[in-house]
Structure formats: C-alpha cells, structure tokens
C-alpha cells in the first residue's frame, strides 16, 4: 500500500519497520509548544486527559509507552480510557472525535500489541486518512480479528484503501463499515473484498447507498463466497435488479447463515426471486425482510419459499404492508408443514382473532416465538358447529390436492368416495364423501366438478375419467409452476393454485388436531 506524499514525513516506510520505530523516540524529546485543541466545553477534543505527565505515575506496558510518545510527537493529549484499554482485550473509543491524529497514535501502539483482539473506532472523524493508519497498522497486528469503522466517512477512497488492504488479510474475521457513504461506483471495492478474502465471516455494510447497480455487482460476488457467514446490507436502497442479484446470490451461496436485508426495496421482484432461492438454499438460518415494501401478493411469493425451506429458523418480515391476511397466510402454511422456523417477527403487522387462535394451536404442538402488531377485533359471524364449505371455480383442484396430501392412490379415493361399491362416483356421493373428510364443496362447485371429471354427460365418474382428469391436472399444475418462474408477472395463475392448496392443507390439519382433541 503506498503511503500518501503528505503524510511521509511522519510514517517510516521501509520494509519491516514501519512504524514501529516511533517506540524508540528519544526520552527527552518534548511536544511541540502549541497546546491540544479545546472543545466548547473546556475539555480536551481528543479524549478525557489534561496532560500526558499524569502517566508517569505509573508503570507502563510496552503499548502504552509507545501511545504516549506517539501523542507527544503529534502534540495531542492522551486519553486514559484508551491507554487503559491498551492492556485489555478490547480496545473500545466510538464518538470520541480522535480525528486522523488520533487514529494514527492508536495505530502506532497497536502495531506490536499482543493483547487487544478487538478495536471500536466508530464515529471518530477518521476519514480516509485516519483509516490509511489503521489499515497499515493491521499489515503487523496479527491479533486483531473484530474491527469496527463504521461512521467515519471513509468514502471511495477508504472503500478503495479496503479492499486493497484486506482481500489478502487472514486475520480479521468481523467487519464494521457501516455508514461510511459509499455509492454504487464503490461496490465494485467490497465485491473485490467479499470474493477474494477467505477469513472474513461477518461483514456489516449498512447505512450506505449502494442501490440498484451496486446490489448487482455486490450480489455476483456473493455467488462465489465460500466464507462469509454473516452480511448486513440494510439500509441501503437496494431495489430491483439489484435485490434480485442479491436473491440469486441466496440460492448458489453455501455459506450465508444470517442476511440483514431490512429497510430497502425489495418489493414484488425481490419476494419472487427470493421464494424461489430459499427452495434451493440449505444454510440460511436467519433472514430479515423488514420495511422492504412487502404487500400481501408479493408476500405470498415469499412464502412458497419460507414453509418448503428446512434450515430457516428466523424469518423477520416487519413493517411491511403484508395486512391481516398475510399474517394469517404464514400461520396456516407453517400449521400444515414440516418448516423449522422458530421465530417469526411481523412487528407493526396488524394481525385478527383467527390469526391469534391458530397460532395458540400451533404453539400446543410445536415451539414457535411471534412478535406482531395490534390485534384487530371484529364481529365474527358464528355457524355453530357447521363447517364452512369451499366454494372455488377449481374444485378438481382440491379434490387430487387432498389425494396428494393423504398419499392416496387414485383407486383409493375412488372407493373412499364410492359409498355403494359401484366402482362410479355420483354427485351425492361426492357430495356426501367430501363433507365428511372437512373438505365440504358449495352446490355451485360440485357442479363444477361433476362437469369437468364427468366427460360422457352420464351422471357417473369412473376410475378411466377419474385418471384422464388426474394426469391433465398435473401437466396443468407443472406449466403452472414453469411460468411462474419466469417472473411475478407470470405468477398469478400458480398464486391461486397454492391458495387452494393451502387451504386443503389447512383443512387437513385442524380436522387432524380437532380429532386428537376428542381422543384425549
């Protein structure tokens, strides 16, 4: 790294020397007569400390001597917390307004420390010369693997400065540049560091402004990250092709565990592209969706994702217009799959009395944590103990998806249905057959499903109609599926289709637990 032209006087650049030769500054060399910089409060600007003659009281390791004669040749004061802290394992000082100077002290006694493992140098005006001196100092600190710079200003050339510091280094393991005002044209530096170290697990990149191009670009280096454990890319007006780079990431990635996506623009492309991700993806634990400008269909597209996926545990969807249906939607796909998620968090996400029901159900038979918003009240209109029939312009549907999920054969629930062993299904017998399985059809859908599965008009559906009728819904249901995923623009037809079929399941569920209730 070459150091900058106005700042060579003071850093020694030869090779193995670095700056470690300001620990053999004479004894009795003194600071220059100008006095340390004076705040509005009458305190010293750097820190706690009115004079550096206070350390010599007490005995000093061979850090602190070297952080003291550091602050005498840049004529800036001291300060005690981190002279302390220069002994410990963390060396913590966030909005402590140490400036470059300040940074540059630090760094010097920090180049041959063996003891601090952890630095904090958030908001500290250390802009990208500030941070040059830490990232040199870094090249002979073997120890130090947790960094935080967030709030600095670093800009592009801190950005650049980075990733040319650290995309070989074999020590740092967190990363905090968070807040720094980097743009699109610096997502080009951190794609570079995320491709290219192999020791960094967690990277906090938020609070930037790194927007459509730059999700794109950052997103293509993710694909081929074999490390990163941990990545937080909120706040950063992530939106279009740029989410949906970082969703496809999702779906190669196999390493992410935890991805902070919260507060950007996720919206109708990203939910699709991601639902589609999480069918392939085998190691995301924890997934944050907050405030992404999520409705209710784009939520749904999500979710076809969420309950089919094995691994997640935490799925935060907060702040986003999902309404009181899309809270209840997720409930009842998790209710009648086998998905792992442990905590859901649908903060400020209105939620009714049906929601908080099924989830007390499922909260009998299984461990889940949800954090929602304000429960709605509303008249509800009581139907006794008569159950709600299905009234739906596809009732075949729900018949082949109600075989599927009991893992019936066709012959199967040809005679469950076939009440008088006919080998042939009437209307009534459908009728009948399906009110007591809880999959109860309106007389407007059964006629509907007569007129589909009844193909020579003779009142009768045989097992030869039955399996023609069967195979022509599983080409239907597999376009379907090859259409929506082409784009969310294609997904409508595919988004009824898991309705009724989360409907079905649901059915299923509750008259599986409503029996086990009666049994016990």
Known sequence: MTVPREHSQVFITNRGRHITALSQLPENQQPESETSPIDTDGESCFLDTPTPEAFDVVTLSTSQSTYVKACKMLSITPSTFCFRCLNEISLVIPHHGIGPNGAKAVAIALVNNSTVSSLDL??????????????????SNKIISDINLAGND??????????????????????????????????????????????LKELILSHNTFREQGGVILGKALESNSVLKT????????????????CWSVAENTCLTSLDLSWNGFGMEGCHEMGKSLLRNRTLTHLDLSANRVSFDAFRQLLRGVVHNKVLKVLKVGVNPITTDGAFAILQSIAVSDSSLEEIDLKDVSVDMDFVDLLEQIQKRRHLVCVYGNTLRHDETKKGNVARVLDTDDPVTVLFEYMKQKNLRLIDLLHNLDRDHSYTITRDEFQQGLANI??????RSLDILMKKLDTNRDGYVDYEELSARHKEHMRKVTKLRLQADLGPNHYKGYDKLEQLREAVRLKISLNMTRQRTETS
């Open 438 to 443: 809880d999959l109860p059809l309106s007389g």
């Open 154 to 199: 670093l800009g592009s050339r801190g950005a650049r400065l980075i990733s040319d510091s650290l995309r070989k280094n074999r020590t740092i393991t967190k990363l905090n540049i968070s807040g720094n005002s980097f743009s699109e044209r610096d997502a080009t530096h951190m794609a570079k560091l995320i491709s290219r170290n192999k020791a």
């Open 122 to 139: 958030s908001s500290n005006g250390l802009g990208s010369a500030g941070l040059f001196y830490v990232l040199e100092m870094l090249q």
């Open 231 to 246: 990545l937080d890319l909120s706040w950063n007006h992530l939106r279009l092709l740029g989410a949906v780079a970082i």
